[in-house]
């Protein structure tokens, strides 16, 4: 009653089998020689026919719910419950270490109450998850939806499952579902054409829905310090160009600018490697680019690499001098976390290179963030926009019973407040419901404080929700009452970074590369940037002298790939271009 196809352990069992016998029960025994793919005799006249029926829903109605007017067992969109006699829906899913089991939280037993839906949950810790999923994807044993495809160690994993899986049919194509059943996904895509653009695959379907997020609580960059440092040196004018910059450190590191009676203890500017404030403050001000480490626009839309531009060089020579003059922290490079931050809450360091939340609670000082700056080779204030979306965050696969309802479900996830159905939006999945879980703190609705026995997001994840990357439209730009630290960080994020996110001179985050294209790319991008670290530390504290090496330095990146993985990016930013129109 079987038939047995043996391959060799090489040949990829998803591209080789599944692709052709989409919406089968295929079972994989595999040994390190081999893998065994088991099928039943009479359903392989199936595998001729291309397509599952399943797969071939392709975003339109099944189930007897065929059309946004309310047929069969799913009701008009805008009305609820979305169907009127229960169903279930099995969902699989990454939960964080530690988390409950999602069938505990409040969210998901009031939205089966809203809308007639019940969950069978099947989630695995964020760490075990990848292996699971893959494992219940090849074996045919998986939900109807997946929701936070999410792994602690490969960013790209979910666009690379809806690429692999969306192509199958194993995950459906909501490009017609979308139109027809979600108001708020479509409003959301029209509104952010840059959102619809990352959801959009390579070939030019939606398979996954993403987490969107703007929050008043994210930063640009993370170059705070105390204004009382500032006062007590005698400055009175946060610096806006990298030589005002430079004066001012100078006057840290000269005076007694912690003001403890101890002139030689005071660090003027500290951070933990090249990956924070030196990437996102320091080297922009130099380049006129966002990112300063990687891949970005010139004001031509044409690829850069910001480390190997001769602007690069000025911003390596500026930094040496901060190292050699005793001003940048001769530590930056070889300290941890936790011996930064032990400096920092001393109230040893001046540019402190993190939130001012770092700083020890009972902070009243002042903390000011300085703005983007400028200098000698560029006169325009630069921030990079801080990430907003992450993809992949919901699929509806080709086992779902009723993918009407399914999106109907998920489109209640993008709802703003004004249309919210019963206080659910995607406002509540990160704070929970208003008036009951939290509340603003007067009508201007600036800032929010938590409503006992809630006390903060712990709470929250708790017995709430999932308050991060669950699928959804997050836009709240209101503070956390009740915590002065984070209310001035804030506060200065919005006056001297937020004005400056620049958008255009930055390669979008979320553009898609063909299989070819990421094999061969992230192989040449990762000893790229170890290369561009190992230099650049060299170069500022004074290793490798920066003239006479700034040569030898730009043909060992071309050596690396550099040409090679320019093209790359050149052909994913032209297939973006063409998606976000």
Sequence with gaps: ??????????????????????????????????????????????????????????????????????????????????????????????????????????????????????????????????????????????????????????????????????????????????????????????????????????????????????????????AFFSEEWMKNVGVDKVPETTDELYDMLVAFKEQDANGNGDPSDEIPFTCVGLTTTIRDLLIPAFTGLPDGLSFNLDDEGKVVYAPATEEYKEFLKYANKLYSEGLLDPEFSTQTAQQWQAKVKADQCGIYSGSPTTLDPSTTAQQLSLPPLTSATNDEKVVKQPLYMYPGRAFITDKCSDPVAAIRLLDMFYATEEDAVEGFSGLTTFVGW???????????????????????????????????????LLEFNAMPAGSPLMEMKCEQVAEMQAPYYNIKNAYPQNARFTAEESERGNVIENDLYTQVLMMTTKFIVGDTDIESGWEDYLASLEKIGLAELTEIKEAALARWNEAIQ
């Design 1 to 222: 009653d079987y038939c047995f196809i043996i391959c060799h352990a090489s040949v990829e069992p998803k591209s080789a089998v599944v692709s052709l016998c989409q919406g089968l029960s295929v079972h994989f025994a595999c040994t390190s020689h081999t893998y065994c793919v088991f099928i039943h005799i009479s359903m392989l006249a199936a595998c001729g026919g291309g397509s599952s029926s399943s797969a071939a829903v392709s975003g339109s109605a099944a189930s007897g719910s065929a059309s946004a007017e309310g047929t069969g067992n799913v009701t008009p969109v805008g009305e609820y419950p979305i169907v009127n006699e229960p169903i279930t829906f099995k969902i699989m899913g990454a939960k964080d270490p530690g988390a409950p089991d999602w069938s505990e939280l409040e969210v998901f037993q009031r939205l089966s109450e809203i809308t007639n839906i019940n969950f069978e949950f099947e989630v695995s810790e964020t760490g075990t998850w990848p292996e699971q999923k893959n494992i219940a994807l090849v074996g045919g044993e998986y939900g109807d939806i997946i929701l936070r495809d999410k792994s602690a160690t490969d960013a790209n994993m979910a666009v690379t499952d809806e690429e692999t899986y969306g192509p199958q049919g194993i995950f459906l194509d909501l490009t017609d579902l979308i139109d027809q059943y979600a108001p708020n996904i479509k409003a959301m895509m029209e509104k952010y054409p840059d959102v619809k653009a990352a959801m959009t695959s390579m070939d030019g379907k939606i398979y996954g829905l993403p987490y969107v997020f703007h929050t008043a609580t994210v930063q640009g960059h993370t």
């Design 434 to 472: 208003e008036g009951e879980h939290w509340e603003y703190t007067d009508d201007t609705k600036t800032a929010y404080s938590w409503i006992d026995p809630i006390t903060g997001f712990s709470d929250i994840n708790k017995t709430v929700s999932v308050n991060m990357e669950l699928p959804g």
